[in-house]
């Protein structure tokens, strides 16, 4: 099999390393963290101009037609640049929602604010109770109407703080924890009902917890089936699942560089300490870790293609297991060889290793996607 990219992927990699190496250096970053929601709207603006928002989606609707390569490469630039802006929340999940589910009306009404950069999206699906459950829904749609009334609570939304609107999960029917009756709702966060409480996370980012009280929306407000929504969200959510693992991969592969260039350049009794061999052990034993998270991100992109839905999820749960393992190795590790100056706010491979923390947990962490490829009976 192939693994080269095309001429096609290559100028696009190339694009946005560039941009990327010109406006996002650690310096630079801590200044975006002060905007408001901690991330640069100027920079928003940037990768709109080149494109880059508009990459998953068709020409039909005003996109590229790219495909999870392409994705997966963008998300390998933004992970060795630490970015801080929404992609992930407003291209690939909300985004994601649209182009699997939306009608025509609804795709026309959105994707433009999202490929010229001036709207940009949450999930909001997490609740108190439902860990990483995705059918475990607490949240009430209750039929008004044509349309419907929407309550309940959703926490640690990314990008709920400043998001124009919301892609909500809600039951329409059943108990907590059926798999059938959640419904994917379109919410703007003027709406009257929604309240936000937002907050900076642990990797830099921003989240917020929303309350929906008595929100209503229009039937045109529902994405796909409202009694049948949850293969939607499964799809949609293993896409973020494979996206995560190449942010990963992008922050080790920084990680790894930064830690080589610091034991060449730090000395001890005299001389460079990555002189000494069990150094360069650890070093290599990284570079292993990074290689075989690399080869599970490229295996889960090309799953996303999978037509058996199971084989699919599969196949990104086992990546999504050795991604947490090696982001975990190799982020103590870099923190280790760097020494104390690892553990400070000044040095940037401790913020590396929090976000590689942050997406080892997020949409499940690694033994619950071990315990989901083992009930499978494994990945071969």
Same mark, same amino acid.
């Given at each position: 099999?192939?693994?080269?990219?095309?001429?096609?992927?290559?100028?696009?990699?190339?694009?946005?390393?560039?941009?990327?190496?010109?406006?996002?250096?650690?310096?630079?970053?801590?200044?975006?963290?002060?905007?408001?929601? /901690?991330?640069?709207?100027?920079?928003?603006?940037?990768?709109?101009?080149?494109?880059?928002?508009?990459?998953?989606?068709? #020409?039909?609707?005003?996109?590229?037609?790219?495909?999870?390569?392409?994705?997966?490469? *963008?998300?390998?630039?933004?992970?060795?640049?630490?970015?801080?802006?929404?992609?992930?929340?407003?291209?690939?999940?909300?985004?994601?929602?649209?182009?699997?589910?939306?009608?025509?009306?609804?795709?026309?009404?959105?994707?433009?604010?999202?490929?010229?950069?001036?709207?940009?999206?949450?999930? %909001?699906?997490?609740?108190?109770?439902?860990?990483?459950?995705?059918?475990?829904?607490?949240?009430?749609?209750?039929?008004?109407?044509?349309?419907?009334?929407?309550?309940?609570?959703?926490?640690?939304?990314?990008? /709920?703080?400043?998001?124009?609107?919301?892609?909500?999960?809600?039951?329409?029917?059943?108990?907590?924890?059926?798999?059938?009756?959640?419904?994917?709702?379109? *919410?703007?966060?003027?709406?009257?009902?929604?309240?936000?409480?937002?907050?900076?996370?642990?990797?830099?980012?921003?989240?917020?917890?929303?309350?929906?009280?008595?929100?209503?929306?229009?039937?045109?407000?529902?994405?796909?089936?409202?009694?049948?929504?949850?293969?939607?969200?499964?799809?949609?959510?293993? #896409?973020?699942?494979?996206?995560?693992? @190449?942010?990963?991969? /992008?922050?080790?592969?920084?990680?790894?560089?930064?830690?080589? #260039?610091?034991?060449?350049?730090?000395?001890?009794?005299?001389?460079?300490? /990555?002189?000494?061999?069990?150094?360069?052990?650890?070093?290599?034993?990284?570079?292993?870790?990074?290689?075989?998270?690399?080869?599970?991100?490229?295996?889960?992109?090309?799953?996303?293609?999978?037509?058996?839905?199971?084989?699919? @999820?599969?196949?990104?749960? %086992?990546?999504?297991?050795?991604?947490?393992?090696?982001?975990?190795?190799?982020?103590?590790?870099?923190?280790?060889?760097?020494?104390?100056?690892?553990?400070?706010?000044?040095?940037?491979?401790?913020?590396?290793?929090?976000?590689?923390?942050?997406?080892?947990?997020?949409?499940?962490?690694?033994?619950?996607?071990?315990?989901?490829?083992?009930?499978?009976?494994?990945?071969?």
């Amino acid at each position: 099999m192939d693994f080269d990219l095309s001429e096609e992927q290559r100028l696009l990699k190339d694009s946005i390393d560039g941009l990327l190496a010109d406006a996002y250096d650690f310096d630079k970053r801590k200044q975006y963290m002060k905007e408001k929601g /901690g991330w640069s709207r100027a920079m928003w603006s940037k990768l709109a101009e080149q494109g880059l928002l508009g990459l998953p989606f068709s #020409e039909d609707d005003g996109g590229f037609g790219a495909g999870g390569v392409e994705t997966m490469i *963008v998300m390998e630039a933004m992970g060795r640049a630490l970015v801080l802006e929404p992609y992930l929340a407003t291209v690939v999940l909300s985004g994601g929602f649209l182009r699997h589910g939306g009608s025509a009306a609804q795709k026309a009404a959105h994707l433009p604010g999202i490929i010229d950069g001036s709207k940009t999206f949450a999930f %909001a699906q997490l609740e108190k109770q439902s860990r990483y459950d995705l059918f475990d829904v607490a949240t009430s749609a209750k039929k008004k109407g044509d349309g419907y009334v929407i309550d309940g609570e959703k926490f640690v939304v990314l990008n /709920g703080e400043n998001a124009d609107t919301l892609i909500v999960t809600a039951r329409t029917a059943g108990g907590q924890r059926d798999k059938s009756g959640i419904g994917v709702f379109i *919410v703007p966060t003027d709406a009257k009902g929604v309240t936000r409480k937002g907050y900076p996370t642990q990797d830099g980012l921003h989240a917020a917890d929303i309350t929906l009280t008595g929100v209503e929306v229009g039937a045109d407000s529902v994405i796909g089936d409202p009694a049948n929504g949850l293969p939607l969200i499964e799809r949609v959510v293993d #896409e973020a699942r494979i996206a995560l693992c @190449a942010e990963a991969v /992008g922050l080790m592969d920084e990680s790894l560089n930064t830690t080589v #260039e610091y034991i060449k350049t730090r000395k001890q009794f005299g001389v460079a300490i /990555g002189s000494f061999q069990s150094l360069q052990h650890r070093a290599s034993d990284m570079f292993v870790a990074l290689e075989q998270a690399r080869s599970m991100s490229m295996f889960a992109t090309m799953a996303a293609e999978f037509d058996d839905a199971k084989e699919r @999820a599969t196949s990104i749960a %086992a990546a999504k297991v050795q991604i947490g393992k090696s982001a975990k190795f190799v982020g103590q590790q870099a923190i280790q060889l760097h020494g104390g100056i690892g553990m400070t706010m000044e040095a940037k491979i401790g913020h590396y290793f929090k976000r590689l923390t942050m997406i080892e947990t997020t949409f499940g962490d690694t033994d619950y996607h071990m315990r989901r490829v083992s009930e499978a009976g494994g990945l071969i």
